[in-house]
């Protein structure tokens, strides 16, 4: 069971960058997905979830309107498209998947985590 991350790098402010994350070792189609990040010296905090279906995405009020989640079920992927960049955006961002999908924006309540990749935005 795998998580993978990737699409992490530099950008300036104001800029953009697209996460994805790609499961393998098993479908994750009936899981919440879920990303993550770490600031430098910070604790985890959530940024994004989104369920199966047309169930609404979930989104931390200091990405809301600058980054969409979106999943392709079919390939097991989730992305995560983060535009407007900020420097405080800077942190290692995680994938993640929760089986029972009842507090989405709940990082204890994922089951499986990728390791992350680096998003470093200057100023």
């Known amino acids: 069971v795998q998580l993978q991350a990737s699409g992490g790098g530099l950008v300036q402010a104001g800029g953009s960058l697209r996460l994805s994350c790609a499961a393998s070792g098993r479908t994750f189609r009936s899981y919440v997905m879920g990303w993550f990040r770490q600031p430098p010296g910070k604790a985890r905090e959530f940024v994004a979830a989104?369920?199966?279906?047309?169930?609404?995405?979930y989104y931390a009020d200091s990405v809301k309107g600058r980054f969409t989640i979106s999943r392709d079920s079919a390939k097991d992927t989730v992305t995560l498209q983060m535009n407007h960049l900020k420097p405080e955006d800077t942190a290692t961002y995680y994938c993640?998947?929760?089986?029972?999908?009842?507090?989405?924006?709940?990082?204890?309540?994922?089951?499986?985590w990728g390791k992350g990749t680096l998003v470093t935005v200057s100023s």
């Open positions: 989104v369920k199966w279906g047309d169930n609404p995405p």
């Open positions: 993640a998947a929760d089986r029972q999908g009842l507090w989405p924006t709940e990082m204890h309540e994922y089951d499986f």
